[in-house]
């Protein structure tokens, strides 16, 4: 390792550097040239890969008080805090004092002195932060085996840390173990309290499962893994929004003194006289100051945000790489045909479904006028061969798993739909965000599988849940429940429903699946036709579909003349063949084909495509018969 | 002063606060002292400054949490002050301030005795002569009524003394008991013999410190901050005790302790006996004040775009105490307070954050004034001079009604009547109140229907509005039920109490409530609508709780034609199947239908075209115009309240008796006094819209154009092609009902030529007829002919035979 990696296993050691320089001249402005230093540091070739991810690195394998990144979402933001940004400490044997810096730090040196007139109070903003919900495993695999980073768990830590590690060896274990263990050593604190928090724990609202952990981490989706994090953050707060993903790369905090818990029983002398204290709820100091071994603080130096999660490309706006990416852009009619040959393969020989589950996978909201969002392409495929059983769905699925950075497959059974919380809902006992699975970064690849609806009723939460499904579809947008009013969230979610006939959600786009083989054995032939592609070849199909939702669009004069023209004709024919719907979404279909060619302007020739493939689409639909003409 | 309170643990400050009268000036153990301070409600017996007991202050706390030491012998506030000062002199100011006692007192007096406000318009001010000295009334109220407690509007201080609000925002908890002491002094002078429950408290409100949560910071600790917040969570009350009374077990000496930081130092010794351990707490005799936690959170409106509502804590004391409920929006006037965390009270390090606070001094429901029908001061407050400047530009602009329409959800095109429509829907009519006659309110909002082919951006332009609309709820006919509408009853989880949850449209009270789908509503959930679209109110009767809520809302509702395409050929109740009933409690009712024409499917195409390439910037643009868009409806709606002007008057009445005219040459009703109402709503709204306090002709004008050219769309008869209001009325063209009446008598007159044979079949009848009409009869029409005939008792129908009755 080069020996600059200083400020990577040190940083706060950079920090007071900084600001002790500046306490001695008049130059103030040391924060700025911290973060410009880390900035300029990372910039550097590589370097960036040499900082461990919270990701890929188990907690315990960190050393305390280093520079480390985290890959994640915003999940929550709690409210802004004030700390204590310059103090003096007093040795308590010489009475010396000395100015401590305490910025990017939760707790303070031994010894401070409160009545100091160099004091600075600062404000910071703290957010709850999770992985990236649903991040396939080939990211997570991609990102781990680029970060350079060699770590080695610190001696010192070893020991009492092993125990309650976050990953163990053993997969089963992962996600019950650690907190188990926190738990017990919770327990052992609250014995010793007033049972408060514990009798907390037992009222916990029914609504959360069963069987609710004694910390829940809050992922958007079920059955997700990884660390959660509390993110400080110094400057700039306003400009994250809930929801944002971004790399981060800040100071871990692990200190024991941050769990609130563990507080609790050394001061319930005090808490009977102090009711400032038990104010706050015993649930609301879990949520908000949890054990540092289960969630870490970060106190963020860098950020980086991520208009996508695709290691393949880099993580910055597309302009900035171009010349590496032209190579790209030529082959991109080539790996589109081949593409479209693994997709027709996968949809059992059918052409046109495939080219519209290409142009699916592409789409993108790049804009919103007032309500409506643009760009956004619901696929519904129905059709779907239901005789066997969910292997279908499911397969396709795994193969769609395997192209795109961010998938769920939500399985619309009536259970899931009645229990699951798919709207983030805020609990104001706990005072968080609960988190549902519709909370998630944009561009996630959003599987609805119907062919698991089967009939029965739906509870009043089951009628909510499908109506934030079809506001998902139809405006892009999901109302987060704040119990006395709601809050409307834009989302950007490729929304693909796999059903038997058409779905009774909306959608952009309805295709009918014909097969052209029926295999005798399903589960095999996918399964050959999954295993059969080069991880070099997928590889280049997930640059394909990562570049072509990021291109850029316009339609020149002349074409928008032509397609005006061809509109009023057909109108002139048959006013009743296309509607000003119909123009949005052949416009709609244009745009995506024109990107998944790699044009970024309309041409004539994708305007006659796209008609020809939306009537090749019309007249399959049209022999269904039911018509719903409800939808927006 | 910006450095925060830092004495470690200290989270609540000393309770006992010496900066209202000391113990030393009121006896202290006088029974009148014992329990808590708000047991004591009867009024003393002694009157005058000195015998009436003062009240501790918990809300401005912790006031010698100061970081000097040798603070105990310095003046710290209030009487301290006033009494070191007078050897002093006028030099003396309060340690860490620039306060001077006296002057402070002085300059509040005088503002007490001189603010003169002759435009206020605060309601709580509207029996009070405007034109004498504001505060003096409100003294002399006190006096009367008893409450002693005196609300001081910081935008009037500002006003009579800039320098005085500026110590009093910045140094609230030596200047509020300076103020408190200035307004005893002068209200005991003034009325020596009124007897108070405890002094007179001064709570000042309004202070323009802050205005939203998210813009505290660090800098606003310890100073006078206002802000709006919603509340959330509310704890139980907290006794917290002010001073403990301790007495000896041994000799019954008595000794007391103030709560210092928290915690009680426990005497060890008799003072009296010198017995050790010989204290023992009594808790009847110590004293308590109540506390209460208030959890309160940024109100959605104050939020940008995307974060999450910030969340902050609020002490109540005292009387505050369950002054509001969860939900209740609120403005909290208050001291915000930081105070340090300790990780472990016997480690000497601290978790380097600050847990803060509010110590509410005054709080103010801003929704309370709903009830009364006005929206609040506080969202007049909400546009800066600036702001209304443009608004008046633009409104002052001839082409203002065009431009605004134009600017509602450019992304759909034309259907221009249709926005223009909206736009005056968004504005309203002006309310009027006739309860004193018994005729109740009138209603102001118009509500509007769309009905049209699918795929005609109905859903889109609903969406729009409700975004647009501060208070607007969208809601599916699918999708929703009665008590989804209306309201219903819930047990609360937590209490168990039965608690009435409110549906749609009581949500929207004031706002606009979507409805899309109209059409597949089940007929028992569109019948909650009627009363709700007439009398603007919703009954409630259930679980034992009977109630009239207010649903003072527009409706815009948008519903497709039964058979999926609209049929040109049938009336508009034909085509989408609800009931008139309902129908003509629709001010407008507009067809949203395909024109079919080149020249627009010209444009369409170019316009839709557009929306795929403009960039990101003209799309700003256009957010900007919503934004101004939002502004000058709430503006209009909340401070433009016009009147009929006498020319409008009379125009509207022409323009009635010639609707009313037009039907009768053709004998029947073209119009009823419902669309009166109608036309006059429009007109206001439109007056509105020009921000005029005055309806004139040319808002009659375009309101009857409008309601002319909805009418057009929706009433025409499609077998006469005229306009015919009782379609939308009755929910038949007088023609058609002309044709069922002929075929009625028909009918009666082919019955009386045979009366020989009393019985027939049903299909012979019907040829029968058919044979001898004209004109082509229809099986319904027949049916129908024979259903009137049943009616007259003329004839019995049982299953496939008729039965002449005898």
Known sequence: ?632 | MSSPMSTPGGKRGRPSNPSTLLPSEVDMSSPLMYGTPSSRVDGTPRSGARGTPARQRPDLGSVRKSKQVDLQSEPSAADGAAAAEQPAGQRLVIWGTDVNVATCKEKFQRFLQRFIDPSSKEDENSCLDLNEPLYMQKLEEISIVGDPVLNINCGHVSSFDAELYRQLVCYPQEVIPTFDMAVNELFFERFPDSILEHQIQVRPYNALKTRNMRSLNPEDIDQLITISGMVIRTSQLIPEMQEAFFQCAVCAFSARVEVDRGRIAEPAVCRNCNTTHSLALIHNRSMFSDKQMVKIQESPEDMPAGQTPHTTVVYAHNDLVDKVQPGDRINITGIYRAVPMRVNPRQSNVKSVYKTHIDVIHFRKTDEKRLHGQDDENEQRLFTEARVQTLRELAAKPDVYDRLSSALAPSIYEHEDIKKGILLQLFGGTRKDFSQTGRGNFRAEVNILLCGDPGTSKSQLLQYVFNLVPRGQYTSGKGSSAVGLTAYIMKDPETRQTVLQTGALVLSDNGICCIDEFDKMSDSTRSVLHEVMEQQTLSIAKAGIICQLNARTSILAAANPVESQWNPKKTTIENIQLPHTLLSRFDLIFLMLDPQDEAYDRKLAHHLVSLYYQSEEQLEEENLDMAVLKDFIAYARSYIQPKLSEEAGQALIEAYVEMRKVGSGRGMVSAYPRQLESLIRLAEAHAKVRFSDKVETIDVEEAKRLHREALKQSATDPRTGFVDISILTTGMSATARKRKEEITAALKKMLQSRTKTPVMKFQQLFDDLRGQSETAITKDQFEEALKALCDEDYLTISGKTIRLAT
Request: with cysteine; aromatic share 8%; proline share 6%.
């Open chain 1, 1 to 632: 390792m080069p020996s600059t990696n200083d400020w990577i296993n040190n940083p706060l050691g950079v920090v007071e550097e900084m600001f002790g320089a500046s306490q001695n001249s008049s130059d103030s402005g040391w924060e700025a040239k911290v973060t410009e230093f880390f900035r300029q540091r990372l910039m550097e070739k590589d370097a960036h890969t040499w900082v461990p991810s919270l990701n890929d690195v188990p907690l315990h394998y960190l050393k305390p008080n280093s520079l480390v990144k985290f890959r994640c979402l915003i999940q929550d933001m709690f409210d802004p805090e004030f700390y204590m940004g310059a103090y003096d400490t007093v040795d308590p044997s010489t009475k010396a004092k000395v100015l401590r810096c305490g910025k990017y730090k939760d707790v303070t040196e031994c010894g401070v002195d409160l009545d100091s007139a160099n004091m600075v109070t600062s404000e910071r903003q703290t957010f709850y932060c999770v992985p990236i919900p649903g991040e396939s495993p080939w990211v997570k695999e991609s990102y781990a085996s680029t970060c350079q980073a060699r770590v080695v768990p610190s001696t010192s830590y070893v020991p009492s840390r092993q125990k309650r590690s976050y990953e163990d060896d053993d997969e089963d274990d992962m996600d019950t173990q650690p907190q188990a263990q926190g738990h017990a050593h919770n327990a052992a604190a609250e014995a010793q309290g007033n049972g408060d928090s514990k009798r907390q724990e037992t009222e916990a609202p029914s609504g959360q499962k069963a069987s609710s952990p004694p910390l829940d981490l809050n992922f958007p989706l079920p059955g997700e893994k990884g660390p959660a994090c509390l993110v400080k953050v110094y400057a700039d707060w306003d400009s994250f929004k809930l929801n944002d993903t971004m790399e981060v790369y800040g100071i871990l905090s692990v200190s024991p003194a941050l769990s609130a818990l563990s507080d609790q029983s050394d001061t319930s002398s005090s808490l009977i006289l102090d009711p400032a204290e038990c104010m706050e709820t015993a649930e609301e100091l879990r949520v908000h100051s949890p054990p540092a071994s289960l969630v870490p603080r970060l106190h963020l130096i860098h950020t980086q945000r991520l208009a996508h999660n695709n290691p393949l490309l880099p993580p910055a706006a597309l302009e900035d790489s171009a010349a590496s990416l032209a190579s790209t852009l030529g082959e991109m009619v080539s790996v589109r045909a081949e593409l479209l040959a693994y997709f027709t393969q996968l949809l059992l020989g059918d052409v046109l479904a495939a080219e519209y589950l290409l142009l699916h996978l592409i789409s993108n909201v790049y804009a919103r006028r007032d309500v409506i969002p643009l760009g956004k392409f619901t696929l519904n495929l129905s059709g779907c061969p239901a005789t066997a059983g969910p292997a279908y769905t499911e397969q396709l699925y795994c193969a769609l798993q395997q192209l795109v950075p961010s998938a769920y497959r939500l399985s619309m059974t009536l259970q899931n739909m009645n229990q699951l919380r798919l709207v983030p809902r805020k609990d104001y006992v706990a005072n968080r965000l609960l988190s549902g699975a519709l909370q998630l970064a944009a561009n996630t690849s959003l599987y609805l599988d119907e062919t698991q609806l089967e009939q029965g009723q739906l509870d009043p939460a089951g009628v909510r849940n499908i109506t934030a499904l079809g506001n998902v579809i139809s405006w892009q947008k999901v109302d987060y429940d704040f119990n006395y009013h709601q809050m409307e969230f834009p989302s950007n979610i490729n929304v693909l429903i796999a059903s038997e006939g058409r779905s009774l959600l909306p959608s952009d786009c309805h295709v009918h699946l014909q097969p052209q083989v029926t295999p005798p054995n399903m589960e095999a032939y996918l399964g050959s036709a999954l295993t059969a592609q080069s991880s070099s070849q997928l590889n280049k199909f997930r640059l394909y579909l990562t570049m072509a939702r990021t291109l850029d669009y316009s339609i020149s004069e002349e074409v928008t003349k032509a397609v005006e023209d061809d509109f009023v004709d057909m109108r002139k024919d048959d006013p009743q063949s296309i509607s000003a719907d119909d123009l949005h979404s052949l416009l709609g279909v244009a745009r995506l084909l024109c990107l998944s060619l790699g044009q970024s302007a309309l041409s004539t020739d994708a305007w006659s495509r796209a008609k020809h493939i939306e009537t090749l689409r019309k007249s399959r639909s049209e022999p269904q018969g039911c018509l719903n003409g409800n939808e927006p």
